[in-house]
């Protein structure tokens, strides 16, 4: 049985830094398309990052430079760096799993599995 377990949120002053780590229980992780998606309250699931099996990184406009997602096939682990945040980047964040040999997706719909989240909220 899949399972994706986030850690690493909390409450950071604007200006820092925080990682966020994705645990993947299940097999053919290393095939997996992985990505991070975010959702601030009263708005829309949007994403974040997201990592191909070949392990080719994208980014959200907003994070580009600031954010960066990488994978460690032998632990089944994702991990998102996360630096000089904003106000903006309040939000639960949430780890997500492709089907085997999947690509890499920006819209949700692209993902089979999710974590149950992590808030990360930062403050002025």
């Known amino acids: 049985q899949v399972q994706l377990v986030e850690s690493g949120g909390g409450l950071v002053q604007a200006g820092g830094s925080l990682s966020l780590s994705c645990a993947y229980s299940?097999?053919?992780?290393?095939?997996?398309?992985m990505g991070w998606f975010r959702q601030a309250p009263g708005k829309e699931r949007e994403f974040v990052a997201a990592?191909?099996?070949?392990?080719?990184?994208y980014y959200a406009d907003s994070v580009e430079g600031r954010f960066t997602i990488s994978r460690d096939n032998d632990k089944n682990t994702v991990e998102l760096q996360m630096k000089s945040l904003s106000l903006e980047d309040t939000a639960v964040y949430y780890c997500?799993?492709?089907?085997?040999?999947?690509?890499?997706?920006?819209?949700?719909?692209?993902?089979?599995?999710w974590g149950q989240g992590t808030q990360v909220t930062v403050s002025s």
């Open positions: 997500a799993a492709s089907a085997p040999w999947g690509m890499p997706s920006t819209t949700s719909s692209g993902y089979n599995f």
């Open positions: 299940g097999r053919t992780f290393s095939r997996l398309a």
């Open positions: 990592i191909a099996w070949v392990s080719t990184t």
